[in-house]
T-cell receptor, first 108, second 115 residues
């Protein structure tokens, strides 16, 4: 089975950098997804990592270490609109298993 | 706009009733997934269909059932509703399956309130 751990809540200041960690235990690894979800809205896809290393996409970057079962999402130049939940997810066979998410609050 | 549509947006019904939620995937997507998200809870996977066939099942109650039709739209049926079934129900679709690295695109969700 899969076990995914993320911090429940984080806070940060506008303009700052924040790193959201995700650790996972899986019987077989086939990549890791990050999604953003604003309260009451649908999750939206942010990134997919299948190889070790950092992938940068504008203000957001995602890192993966398969040997450590660890990933992080890095958000730079934080904006108020980045206040949302960030969900880490790993495939299990054909489906996706989501972590409980990290609620990020950005303050001015 | 993800291209995934869900109807209705909101649904208010009484305990013991039955409802049907509908989902149309993005054009060309063969997989449809259903999730339940209760207040301040994570996304709970319910069931997945691929090209009309059930592919994976999560913690879906026996009172719930789903199907995917030949035109690839899907319906989630919830019966004998209880207060605890009040939640946001999301549908998502993907080209292939998540196991092959395909990201899922989520619909706007149906907010179900059972009174």
């Amino acid at each position: 089975g899969q076990n995914i751990d993320q911090p429940t809540e984080m806070t940060a200041t506008e303009g700052a950098i924040v790193q959201i960690n995700c650790t996972y235990q899986t019987s077989g690894f086939n990549g890791l997804f990050w999604y953003q979800q604003h309260a009451g809205e649908a999750p939206t896809f942010l990134s997919y990592n299948v190889l070790d290393g950092l992938e940068e996409k504008g203000r957001f970057s995602s890192f993966l270490s398969r040997s450590k079962g660890y990933s992080y999402l890095l958000l730079k130049e934080l904006q108020m609109k980045d206040s949302a939940s960030y969900l880490c997810a790993v495939p299990q066979a054909d489906k996706l298993i989501f972590g409980t998410g990290t609620r990020l609050q950005v303050f001015p | 706009d993800s291209g995934v549509t869900q109807t209705p947006k909101h649904l208010i019904t009484a305990t013991g009733q039955r409802v049907t939620l509908r989902c149309s995937p993005r054009s060309g997507d063969l997989s449809v997934y259903w999730y339940q998200q209760s207040l301040d809870q994570g996304l709970q996977f319910l069931i997945q269909y691929y090209n009309g066939e059930e592919r994976a099942k999560g913690n879906i109650l026996e009172r719930f059932s789903a199907q995917q039709f030949p035109d690839l739209h899907s319906e989630l049926n919830l019966s004998s509703l209880e207060l605890g079934d009040s939640a946001l129900y999301f549908c998502a679709s993907s080209r292939g399956t998540s196991g092959s690295g395909d990201e899922q695109y989520f619909g706007p969700g149906t907010r179900l309130t059972v009174t």
